[in-house]
């Protein structure tokens, strides 16, 4: 077990400073293009695949490091050079942890590879778990995959939404319902492999921020997948939803479902990308502060503007250490027994708002306008506080875990 230090090593800052260079040479000068395009950066992608830092390789060095430093490094340094443009570009990773979190060895090996491609030919790959009736609430979920015995295939038929690179991706990882009457326990993880019949989609959403983000419905109409696309394989989802059933007649303890266990796996992640877009923000504000002149003096020299500050980086560090604690805790199996996965992604998520929206007050009108950054960031960083559990959610799952009291 590696210990927790507050310190990178010299391999992990050589790396840092290398995604670094590219955030700051490659993803910043083209944001405000994409995110007023509203379109998958493919060019930043395949410039990012060219040096190996879009690829399986890249991101299992980062995922196995064992001081769980690797990808909260990752995500904070390519969110600091462009929420949208990152988002296309760890997206992929999502769909990959979908399948590391519920997936056998040699699904593993077969697919994970598969959703990256190589830099000649760039490949995406999304996770499908939400739906039109079914965010937070996911025991509401309707999509559903019936099992076909005669053809050893499974038939998956329903409508995701809020899908990253959904349609534009080569494999879907899709949530459905196996057992309707096991409410969420009842569901199960599936590939759909690239160019499956039935698989289509829907409505591309137009967002408010991570324009640069593919976001959008995926269709799913008597879509036939053979039964090794089941992550996990079908002995042991029998055998699981047989304890679920057990656990659901004598009232017992309850079971992960497929979409939570991935995650939960990924939000300290998610927190990570929220305290890149807050520090992006504090730098260009306090770069603003220090030359804006105003009634003869740089505006950081009033206590209102350098208080503010202050608050913006302290908040910034707490956050980054509380996702470091918890992305070190997961790797090593340390049991998140105070909710301490949720804890970094509701504080990570709500800083990101916070010191966003301070930037924007800080540089005033020039804040309110998209020839700054902050605007953008500002927009962006409404995001952390609702994908992958809302803030509301990460509290509800703290206070569970902290009373013991099923809180509604």
Not at 37 to 53: D, F, N, V
Not at 347 to 352: G, I, L, R, W
Request: proline content about 4%.
């Amino acid at each position: 077990m590696a210990e927790f230090s507050f310190e990178l090593d010299d391999d992990q800052k050589a790396v840092r400073d290398w995604i670094h260079g590219f955030a700051a040479d490659v993803m910043r000068p083209a944001a405000a293009e994409w995110d007023e395009r509203e379109e998958t950066p493919w060019p930043i992608i395949q410039e990012a695949a060219k040096i190996g830092l879009y690829s399986l390789d890249f991101y299992a060095q980062q995922y196995f490091d064992p001081t769980g430093l690797g990808i909260p490094m990752t995500m904070e340094e390519l969110f600091w050079g462009d929420a949208g443009i990152a988002l296309s570009i760890v997206g992929t990773g999502l769909a990959a942890v979908g399948v590391l979190a519920n997936g056998t060895e040699e699904q593993i090996g077969t697919w994970i590879p598969q959703m990256y491609g190589d830099a000649a030919d760039v490949k995406v790959a999304a996770f499908c778990s939400s739906e039109p009736d079914a965010g937070s609430d996911v025991g509401s979920m309707r999509t559903r995959a019936v099992y076909d015995e005669a053809k050893d295939e499974w038939v998956l038929n329903g409508t995701k939404t809020w899908a990253t690179n959904g349609g534009i991706a080569g494999v879907h990882v899709v949530v459905a319902v196996v057992d309707p009457e096991l409410g969420s326990k009842g569901h199960a993880s599936f590939i759909v492999p690239p160019g499956t019949p039935g698989l289509s989609q829907g409505q591309k959403f137009k967002k408010h921020g991570i324009r640069a983000s593919h976001t959008a419905e995926v269709v799913l109409d008597q879509v036939r997948v053979p039964g090794s696309c089941l992550l996990g394989g079908k002995e042991k989802l029998d055998e699981r939803l047989a304890r679920a059933r057990e656990r659901a007649k004598s009232g017992g303890e309850r079971l992960k479902n497929a979409a939570m266990a991935t995650f939960e796996a990924s939000r300290p992640a998610v927190g990570a990308m929220a305290v890149g877009t807050a520090r992006a923000a504090y730098e260009v504000a306090l770069d603003y502060a220090k030359t804006r002149q105003q009634f003869g003096r740089p505006i950081i020299d009033n206590q209102g503007v350098a208080f503010q500050l202050a608050d913006m980086r302290t908040r910034i560090d707490a956050a980054r250490l509380m996702v470091w604690r918890a992305s070190w805790m997961a790797v090593n199996g340390r049991p998140f027994e105070s909710a301490e996965g949720s804890m970094s992604k509701l504080f990570a998520s709500e800083t990101a708002k916070q010191v966003t929206a301070q930037a924007v007050q800080i540089l005033g009108g020039n804040g309110f306008t998209r020839e700054y950054p902050v605007e953008r960031m500002h927009r962006d960083a409404a995001i952390y506080t609702i994908f992958e559990g809302t803030s509301e959610i990460q509290r509800l799952v703290i206070a569970r875990t902290l009373s013991g009291v099923p809180i509604r």
